[in-house]
Structures are given as C-alpha cells and as structure tokens.
C-alpha cells in the first residue's frame, strides 16, 4: 500500500526517483548518472525528466524530501506512543523505528549517505536540511513530553542534532550488516542515554 506522500508523486516524477536511487545506492553520486541511462532504468521516454524536473539536483532534492515527508511523522508518532506506554522506552523504540525505515528504505538512505559528503553543494546542503528537520521535531518532543525537565532547550537539541547524526551515519553499517543489527539498536540507546544523562549531570554541577 503506498503511503500518502508516495501518491502525492506523479506516476513518472516517482518512477525517475526510484530509479535515481537504484542507479546510486552503490555510491555513485546524482551528479554521475545519465539522462538516457536514467530513463532507461525508469523505462520512460528520456523527454520525460523534464516534465518533472529542471536538473538531476532537483531530481534529487525532492528524493530526500519524499523520504523526509515519510520518516517524520512516523518517528514522532513513535516517540509519543513510546512516551504514554513507559518513557524510558523512548530511546529504544525510536532506534527500532529508525533503523527499520533505513533497512526499509535502504537506497535512499545509501544515497543520501553518499551524497552527505559528495560533490553538490546543493545536495549536500538538502540532506542536512532534511536531518536538521528530524533532530528538530526530536527535540520539540523532548520537550513538549517533557522527558529531559532538567535540561534547557539548547541543550536537548543540540544532543538531538548529535543522535540524529550517529543514528544516520549508523544507519548505513545497519542496512549492510545483517548480524550486527541488534547489536547497533543495543548501541545506539546506550548513546542516547549517555549523551543525555551527562548533559544532565553537566547542568547540575553548573548550577552548583
């Protein structure tokens, strides 16, 4: 069943993407692929990209954007379920989450590794948007379920912008390796609470 943000793609626009992430899970960059090749994988008419795209940079900003739209609100629903069943599961079940959708997802997320630290500007500059987007809501769940009361808001979201970094960077070891799986969610927790349980024992010995 396709998700809300999917059918909101014209049939071609979203065939181009999916095709784009194909061509550059391996590690190619957007800025290496073809128009005849990409149509080609598509199986479209090469005039068919610009119907729905100027440049392979926009085609590859609205396939992080199209994620991003699908990643969010499913982490912070998770989150708000987490936090009304029993709090301190919120780390682990946002890992699970996380790391679910990337396995789920794996070409996107390899791609958007890639270009993260590629050779676009402006594909490096959306992939942060987009990350900054996440870390952002994170943080506005943080505080609105009021699970870090002792710290100060700068502080949870720069700890925010830090775990939505490891879990990304991570995310590309947990899609390639099988049976370290549970072993990164046990990890990833353990950085969570650590970062935010030092942030706390910071603030208290400031306030001394």
Known sequence: MQSASELE???????????ALRLTAGGRSFASLG???????????????YRHFDTLDDLAREAV???????RPMLRRERWLAAHDEPHSVPRR???????????????????????????PALREAVRVNLNEVSAEMA???????LMPALPRETI???CTQIVLQLFHLS????????QRESLIDYAERFIVRLFAGAVVLAQHEAQ
């Open 9 to 19: 793609l014209a049939p071609g626009k979203r065939k181009l993407i999916e095709a």
């Open 140 to 146: 506005e769940d943080v505080v609105q379920l009021n």
């Open 172 to 179: 590309h070891e947990f899609i390639g390796n099988a049976a």
């Open 65 to 71: 954007e199209s994620v991003s739209r699908r990643l």
């Open 157 to 159: 979201e720069e700890i």
């Open 35 to 49: 128009l005849r090749e990409l149509a080609r994988e598509a199986e479209l008419n090469p005039n068919t990209f």
């Open 94 to 120: 946002a890992c699970v989450a996380f790391f679910a959708f990337a396995l789920e997802n794996r070409e996107a997320f390899l791609s958007a590794l890639a270009e993260y630290h590629g050779t676009s």
